[in-house]
């Protein structure tokens, strides 16, 4: 028998969680498979938590997890993904914007080699003050880490579950987990998603959205690229800013030397030249990157995380 868990992060979605409770069961009940429902209430300030609860007594796969804030959708993600029992993980939102019917499709590509599936929302029902923003950024993602998916945005995804054995998500990372998936070498596949139109509710998201965005799109990229050596980037900036400002330095030294020696140059003075300043600093620059990147080293040689961001209050159904 199929063993799924599914990870609902929920803020603020009172009118949707019945609907998407019992669309979610529908499907499962065709699939004749043993579900493990888990909705994280990330600091709802509606009825949200007491309709998990409801559900919770009358349905013995469901669990809720409840936050004592809102600590966002990483922190919700990550706890959900760390409570999952089952080997297969998919994540939904909870505005019933995803469809539950598209479960069978991902678990097709699951079994047949990929070990995370994200969806595309190739058609949606987005204002374009989202859309165009949001095509930008999937596209910036994807040339900086060479993960080639039309949608990193999309929260309908699946994934085997020993892959959050070596993940940890933390800020906005939630987005990025093909992306770190891929980089610790598992197989990341996409599949095109129906995007429903909202009914109940609004967008929790605004603009700066995009913003921290793209600054968590610097991090992984160092993570993912110089994450367990960071040195070779901070290091190589470091040597050529340095270089730059002390073969400069030389240059100026020389001509100041050869002035004074040979009595028909004229005298080269240094002090009052801006390129004595901008040399300096070059040097003082690169001596800094290089000693950031060692102090990198040794926090990434003894680096043992063991706190969370996210403090839960209740837990239903604990397993």
């Known amino acids: 028998m199929r063993e799924i868990t599914i990870v609902v992060p929920v803020y603020n979605e009172e009118e949707s969680l019945r609907i998407l409770h019992d669309q979610i069961k529908s499907v499962i009940t065709k699939l004749d498979a043993n579900l493990e429902l888990i909705f994280i209430d990330d600091g709802s300030t509606d009825k949200s938590w007491s309709i998990i609860s409801e559900l919770s007594a009358n349905d013995a796969c469901v669990r809720g997890i409840r936050f004592r804030r809102n600590f966002g ?10 409570k999952a029992t ?5 994540t939904l939102d909870a505005d019933l914007q995803d469809d539950p ?9 699951i079994d047949s080699g990929y070990d995370v599936v994200s969806g595309w929302k190739k058609k949606r029902h987005d204002p374009w003050h989202k859309v165009g923003p949001s095509r930008v950024f999937n596209w910036l993602v994807s040339s900086m880490t060479g993960v ?46 129906q995007h429903r139109a909202r ?86 620059l690169g001596a800094q990157f290089l000693s950031t990147g060692v102090v990198a080293e040794l926090f990434i040689s003894y680096q043992n995380r063991k706190g969370r961001e996210y403090s839960i209050k209740e837990e239903i159904n604990r397993k």
């Open 73 to 82: 959708k990483a922190a919700a993600l990550d706890v959900g993904f760390k």
């Open 86 to 90: 089952k080997p297969i993980v998919m």
């Open 101 to 109: 019917e598209e479960i069978p499709d991902f678990l097709r590509l």
């Open 148 to 193: 080639k998916l039309h949608d990193h945005n999309c929260g309908m995804k699946c994934y085997r579950r020993e892959i959050f054995d070596e993940i940890t998500l933390y800020g906005e990372l939630h987005r990025f987990v093909p992306v770190l998936a891929a980089a610790r070498g598992y197989k990341v596949g996409e599949k095109i998603v």
């Open 199 to 284: 009914k109940f509710g609004v967008s929790k998201y605004g603009f700066n959205r995009f913003i921290k965005g793209f600054l968590d799109l610097l991090t992984v990229s160092f993570v993912t690229g110089y994450g367990q050596r960071p040195q070779h980037l901070l290091g190589t900036v470091g040597l050529s800013s340095f270089a730059i400002g002390a073969l400069t330095m030389l240059w100026l030294a020389f001509r100041w030397v050869i002035s004074r020696v040979i009595p028909f140059l004229p005298i080269y003075n240094l002090s009052g030249r801006p390129a004595v300043v901008y040399s300096a600093a070059l040097m003082l």
